[in-house]
Structures are given as structure tokens and as C-alpha cells.
């Protein structure tokens, strides 16, 4: 994957370049220690993934993430735990919190390549609904998915991922259109990213939503409205 790295600390910079280093999947292209340039770098060149802090000077990381092209992805780098939930909000892949450990870079990365993956040669779309069941159509074969079997459904870009116990299916469709395709009472909107299936929720608090096979955040504008319902 070809990357850059954007981050106004020259220390934080290096680090990420000796990661980087470690992974032979991983191609970097430049570094940036600001915003400045990086809009005119991205038409000019094909970036897969952005490795990009958020507290820097002018424009910060969280601004400058929701203006990134959807063909990019993007990793937060950043020494500050508290902006974890606003980066579920901006669509981010992961969130890394420096220092930043061999092991949960490559986790992170290899999340990032999944999602790559499945925007590239996974792509579906839904042909109908019923009272128990959406179908969605893929490589010319019809899949009834069946509510029932849906866990949690991720907006990724203009794409949602409806993630099931056996699959994920991937469709070019926003997550407003397709969370007013399913039944209301079942499916709960939790954040700008995500709905799930009530459910499945095992466990929650004011932050998090946890079902067998993730952990969700709960976006801050939805919490009021979601909180009495669980």
C-alpha cells in the first residue's frame, strides 16, 4: 500500500518511518509535518493509506480527515487517547496511540489492507427487502441476508459493510439510505458510522456498544437518543 505520513513533530515522524520500515507491504511515498501541500499531493498521486496525527498547528487531523479523498484511508497517529471517539466520527480505520507498539501497528495496518481488499473486489448491492430479510446481489448471484443473521452494519467512505455471522458483504450505498431499509425497532443508528442489531448487544455503557465480535462506539450526537433505548 503506498502511504504518507503527516505529523508536525520531527521524533514522531521518524518513528513512524522505522514502523513503516518493518512492513514490506507497505510503500512510503513522504512525509508532511503539516497540512500545507497535502490536498494537491493527493490529486497528483494514488495514497492508499494516511498515517496522520491530529493535534497540529493550522488545520488539525480530525479537520483535515474529513476532507481526504474516499479512495484513502486513514490511521490516526496521536499521543492523545481523548479524541478516539471523534475519530470513529471522521470514518478513520484505527486510531494508534503513541508510542506505538510494533504489534498494534500491525494490526492496524493489516485492518486497513482487509478494508482496501474488500473496497477493491467485494462489492455488492441491495435488490430488495422484505419483513425478514434484505438481498443484496453479488458477482451476479442474488444472497438473502436474513436481519436475524445481521450483527453490526459500518459505513466505510460512500460504501457500508454489513457485517453477518459468516460474511460481510460490501454495497455502494450511504448508511442513512440503507438503515431506513431495515426495521426501526431492530436496528439502532449509534453513531455517523454505525447500526446495529439490538440484538446482538451484549454489553454497553455511555461510550461503547460491545457485541460478540466488536466494540462500537456510541457518536456523542446520538447518545441521548440511543441510551433509553438499550
Not at 522505522?18 to 490529486?43: N, P, R
Request: charged share 25%; glycine share 2%.
Amino acid at each position: 500500500m503506498n502511504c504518507i505520513i503527516i505529523d508536525d513533530e520531527p521524533v514522531a515522524r521518524l518513528g513512524m518511518e522505522d514502523l513503516i520500515a518493518t512492513d514490506q507491504h507497505l510503500h512510503l511515498m513522504k512525509t508532511f509535518k503539516s497540512s500545507v501541500g497535502v490536498h494537491q499531493y493527493l490529486k497528483e498521486n494514488h495514497v492508499d493509506l494516511v498515517f496522520l496525527d491530529i493535534e497540529m498547528p493550522g488545520i488539525n487531523g480530525l479537520e483535515l480527515a474529513a476532507t481526504i479523498p474516499d479512495n484513502t484511508l486513514v490511521i490516526f497517529t496521536t499521543a492523545y487517547s481523548q479524541y478516539a471517539l471523534d475519530s470513529y466520527e471522521v470514518e478513520a480505520i484505527d486510531y494508534l496511540v503513541k508510542p506505538i507498539a510494533l504489534d498494534r501497528f500491525e494490526r492496524a495496518v493489516q485492518k486497513a489492507e482487509n478494508y482496501r481488499q474488500m473496497l477493491l473486489n467485494y462489492k455488492a448491492s441491495v435488490e430488495s427487502t422484505s419483513h425478514d430479510y434484505i438481498m443484496v446481489r453479488v458477482d451476479r448471484m442474488n444472497h438473502k441476508i436474513f436481519y436475524r443473521d445481521i450483527i453490526y452494519i459500518e459505513a466505510l467512505k460512500d460504501y457500508v459493510i454489513i457485517y453477518t455471522r459468516k460474511n460481510k458483504f460490501i454495497t455502494w450505498m450511504n448508511l442513512k439510505t440503507i438503515h431506513s431499509k431495515l426495521p426501526q425497532h431492530q436496528f439502532l443508528r449509534v453513531s455517523k458510522r454505525n447500526v446495529v442489531n439490538r440484538n446482538e448487544i451484549v454489553s454497553f455503557d455511555n461510550n461503547m456498544i460491545i457485541t460478540a465480535d466488536a466494540e462500537i462506539a456510541i457518536g456523542r450526537a446520538f447518545r441521548e437518543d440511543i441510551l433509553p433505548k438499550l
